[in-house]
């Protein structure tokens, strides 16, 4: 939420388990709650709030128990617009942010295979607009000032950024599978040197923040040759403070650069992100060259593949946790919405009725910190869940403070039994919700490219190995693991666990390993290994070893070939 100071990058569960004790202290403090879940009258009974969705139920909270509260304390001039109906059942957002020539737009091509309306590629500036890339049955562009009206998407409050904006504004429509799941915000390359003296003609950091309060995952590009961070991207980073748990780093165009310097390159940005972020967490940074043009070093091919795999696992988590991370959205609001209904009306209680109001309106600025302190000691509020000093005081300075209403315990209490009550509800419908979406993942364009065949990331390697084969691939090794296992005197042709354990502790595995390996090996579960499965265990000894993963089930190639049925 604009202005929190509050580090987010704890886990969405942490956030849920925090607004339940908030709530429960906020009704402590005032007394007894007005309603509940079945929000009861003293007057007369309501039948229960049913809702079909997680997104249904969230907009009714909002706009029925946060909503009053935001606009008693004029919220929205303060931090964020009111949130509509399109913010809750808008499909999930991927932005993407970098400075010019970083690949962002080739990003979003590489993605989805195709082009799309609007797109420019070069080595210049070449993207000078916001570019909405979302699903339609026909391709085409929708201007700003149009996308603004329009109900069914959510960017009708951006209007409040002007013409200035609203011209550099587009949405890109077209029908493409990967568009079905989520939607793309493309932003102009940010700038550097000298072109920052540049006015862009609206505030490029405050759209930003804008937009990182509603996509589900912010990716902030850089160009393995270019690290410098100019003075406008570090504005945009701290921009982005409170979205720390949305964002991931890609290096981009790490196959142009050796080893060597990869490793240098890869220092400098953790460094240099360390200095901006300011948080004691690493951020994860993703390296690779995000194009479909070939490698020039193919030096790290495998390490690019791997980072690109787990890079589009996470974007292709995002459709089945977007009602988890718009809950979690709601919470910080609501909390931050609470701690700027006690600071209004602090100040408001400090104002005089008739004489001295604007001296005394700027030492209440002056002492804003005071304020700070006094609310986080009377109501045991945490201080992250403050907003930013200074920009507060610059937005006060603005305010008739005359029209600031005092405090009205009624409104707190509905949103304190929002957090404490309601949201426990929707949690079990958002569990419920993903427990049906467990195969709702993003498909197409370049997700399809490695899911199956032998192009699939890891295909033919580690337990993989030999898959295709038609001989068993621990047969070329056999010679030399049978000598070890006639040395272990084996009875009846199979040696005890015992034996085998003496054998197997020389690799320096941990026993957890080892006994993974021995279930695998044993095959058919006597206990004992007989010369093939002896085999098999040094094959999966020496697979580990490699750095690859054991599987959890042992693979049908695997299978020594006097166990398999049918044969």
Known sequence: VAGCEEVTSAPLSDHVEEAFVAGAVGRQERGSAMFSWTNTDTRRKKEPELFQTVAEGLWKLYSHKLLPLEETYR???????????????????????????????????????????????????????????????????????ALVVDPKKPFRKLSAFGNAFLNRFMCAQLPNPVLESISIIDTPGILSGEKQRI???????????????????????????????????????KALKNHEDKIRVVLNKADQIETQQLMRVYGALMWSLGKIINTPEVVRVYIGSFWSHPLLIPDNRKLFEAEEQDLFKDIQSLPRNAALRKLNDLIKRARLAKVHA???SAIKKEMPNVFGKENKKKELINNLHEIYMKIEKEHQISPGDFPNIK????????????????????????VDDMLASDIAKLMVMVQQEE???????????????????PFGHGYGEGAGEGIDDFDWVVGKDKPTYDEIFFTLSPVNGKVTGASAKKEMVKSKLPNTVLGKIWKLADVDRDGLLDDEEFALANHLIKIKLEGHELPTDLPSHLVPPSKRRGE
């Open 75 to 145: 919220f929205h001039e303060f931090h964020s617009p009111a949130l509509e109906d399109a913010d809750f059942h808008n499909k999930p957002m991927v932005l993407l942010v970098g400075q010019y020539s970083t690949g962002k737009t080739t990003f979003i091509r590489h993605l989805l295979e195709s082009d799309f309306p609007g797109m420019r590629i070069g080595p210049e500036p070449t993207t000078d607009s916001f570019i909405a890339v979302m699903h339609a049955p026909l391709q085409g562009v929708m201007p700003g000032n």
């Open 199 to 237: 006015s862009r003609g609206y505030d490029f950091a405050a759209v930003l923040e804008w937009f990182a309060e509603r996509v589900d995952r912010i990716i902030l590009l850089f160009d393995a040759h270019k690290l410098d961070i100019s003075d406008e991207f570090s504005d945009v980073i």
């Open 342 to 344: 006690y600071i209004i």
């Open 391 to 414: 920009k507060m005081q610059e937005i006060l300075m603005t305010q008739d403070f005359t029209k600031f209403q005092a405090l009205k315990p009624k409104l707190l209490d509905t």
């Open 435 to 453: 427990s049906q979406k467990t195969n709702q993942v993003v498909k197409g364009g370049a997700f399809e490219g490695t899911r199956n065949g």
